[in-house]
């Protein structure tokens, strides 16, 4: 068979496939007699009201260099780590704004970085391919850089995300542009087990996003560049427990839900959507009308403590606060006048949910936190 037919055939399944998913909408369309808003109307709710004076920017954190890519916040509250275009990865103290250790790392392209369940370590990721350990007790050098503890090797491509499993020092999970995602032993620098690949049930191009659930760290969720999220069981690494489609583009984030029933996911498609595990089906669709403007894509999101509230940073600088229930925006905190001026590119509340760190292409972090009378939701 030529190349020339064998394109054919890939542009005609192609459209067999797009036809059938538009088949398969339109009849969920039909068996779908409500949404969660409109049941939430109908039961007497209304949306938030929020004003630009309820989330405040009370700290901004300048020092990369670079792009920041990734955050995320120690479970102690008071610190975050940060990585950077820059090829370093910054230690913060998020009430002093002070930096308590800056590393340079191996590959200067980092992509992901997460600290350990103690806060004693972090773990950093990137197009090397590895996933690079740092011991935050070690002896610095003479540069002031943290040596590496241990390297994890078996990816054969980037390094895309990785997080810790909670409650378990040694146990980390990965995500890859080899469209697979690894479970390791940190304390040992081996894989454990790989989710995909060969297994006909796994991503089919570059994972870009993990997220483990809190409430059962067995389960773990992926976005990926092939439009879909997959639900998996650590236990089980040979097939995904399910596939949710609903997305025209990448899958670039995904988060669990406070509850660890339900799931989000943002996209290139610029849309955010809320998953039930339980029934394997799309609640809710988050997303504004752009006419005949470019879509802004998302790219990280993360609830609130209760799930009332997603937080969504997009690739045009803006952060909306969406109400989870009603599927309205009630703050954009890229319209006030301290936000960003880049693409928001990773987000993430503290452990206690009274503050949101938004990380941007500006080489800036911000630290927003709720003032007034506003109560944490």
């Given amino acids: 068979m030529s190349v020339a037919e064998l394109k054919e055939r890939h542009v005609a399944a192609t459209a067999t496939v797009n036809a059938l998913r538009e088949r398969l909408k339109q009849r969920r369309q039909q068996l779908l007699d409500t949404d969660v808003a409109t049941y939430a109307r109908n039961h007497g709710k209304t949306a938030i009201s929020f004003s630009p004076t309820d989330l405040v920017c009370c700290r901004t954190l ?15 509250r008071n610190r975050i780590v940060s990585a950077s275009q820059d090829g ?3 230690v913060w103290n998020a009430l002093t704004s002070q930096k308590t250790h800056a590393t340079r790392l191996p590959c200067a ?19 090397d391919s590895v996933c690079s350990i740092f011991n935050l007790n070690s002896q610095v050098d003479r540069d002031g850089n943290i040596p590496l503890s241990r390297v994890l090797t078996g990816h054969k491509g980037y390094v895309s995300s990785c997080q810790y499993v909670p409650d378990q020092e ?30 006909p049930s796994g991503h089919t191009s570059d994972v870009l996003s993990v997220s483990i659930n809190s409430s059962n760290s067995n389960m773990f969720v992926s976005g990926s560049c092939d439009a879909t999220a997959r639900v998996w069981d650590a236990r089980i690494a040979s097939r995904a427990v399910r596939t949710y489609y609903g ?40 997303t504004q009308q752009h ?3 470019d879509v802004p894509s998302v790219k990280a999101i993360a609830f609130s403590m209760s799930g009332r509230l997603l937080f969504a940073g997009y690739s045009n600088g803006y952060c909306y606060v969406w109400d989870t229930l009603m599927a309205e ?7 006030l006048h301290e936000s960003h001026e880049g693409t928001i590119s990773c987000l993430g509340l503290s452990s206690d949910g009274s503050a949101l760190c938004t990380g941007s292409f500006d080489k800036k972090l911000k630290i927003w936190a709720f003032g007034g009378h506003r109560e944490v939701i």
């Avoid at 925006?329 to 319209?335: A, F, I, R």
């Fill in 62 to 76: 300048q020092g990369h260099t670079g792009k920041v890519y990734s955050l995320d916040w120690a479970h102690e």
């Fill in 88 to 90: 370093r990865f910054i």
């Fill in 109 to 127: 392209y980092v992509m992901t970085c997460a600290f350990s369940p103690n806060g004693q370590s972090v773990a950093c990721g990137g197009l």
């Fill in 170 to 199: 040694s146990r980390l999970i990965t995500s890859s542009g080899d469209q697979t995602c690894g479970l390791w032993d940190v304390s040992t620098g081996q894989r454990i087990s790989v989710f995909g690949g060969e297994f």
């Fill in 247 to 286: 997305h025209d583009g990448d899958v670039n984030t995904v988060k669990f839900f406070p509850d660890g029933q339900r799931f989000g996911t943002g996209s290139d498609d610029g849309a955010c959507m809320l998953f039930d595990m339980r029934t394997g089906h799309q609640l809710q669709i988050y």
């Fill in 291 to 293: 006419g005949d403007e």
């Fill in 329 to 335: 925006v009630v703050l954009n905190l890229g319209s």
